[in-house]
Nanobody, 115 residues
Framework: QVRLVESGGGLVQAGGSLRLSCAASGSIFSINAMDWYRQAPGKQRELVATLNSGGGTYYAGSVKGRFSISRDSAKNTGYLQMSNLKPEDTAVYYC?????????WGQGTQVTVSS
């Protein structure tokens, strides 16, 4: 079992920055990959970024060059650094951990970008 708790969301003006955190507890040694997803009102949840156990990363085209995913194993925490935020980045952001074939989700944190 893995428990994930996100934090760091909030209201920011366009062009601003936020850093989301995802604190993991439980069987964290077995996490194969940590992902960030987002879901805007009326839209499907979409993958934003992935960080696998080998350090490989993936970014959605809409955030590439603006967002950066990282992980501090000593603190059992994952991060999503978001820069040059746009109103279309407004969504609830979720972190997810892949453990074997199971996926664990956090509760989400709201990010609102005003124009």
């Amino acid at each position: 079992q893995v428990r994930l708790v996100e934090s760091g969301g909030g209201l920011v003006q366009a062009g601003g920055s936020l850093r989301l955190s995802c604190a993991a507890s439980g069987s964290i040694f077995s996490i194969n990959a940590m992902d960030w997803y987002r879901q805007a009102p009326g839209k499907q949840r979409e993958l934003v970024a992935t960080l696998n156990s080998g350090g490989g990363t993936y970014y959605a085209g809409s955030v590439k060059g603006r967002f950066s995913i990282s992980r501090d194993s000593a603190k059992n925490t994952g991060y999503l650094q978001m820069s040059n935020l746009k109103p279309e980045d407004t969504a609830v952001y979720y972190c997810a951990a892949l453990v074997g074939i199971d996926v664990y989700w956090g509760q989400g944190t709201q990010v609102t970008v005003s124009s």
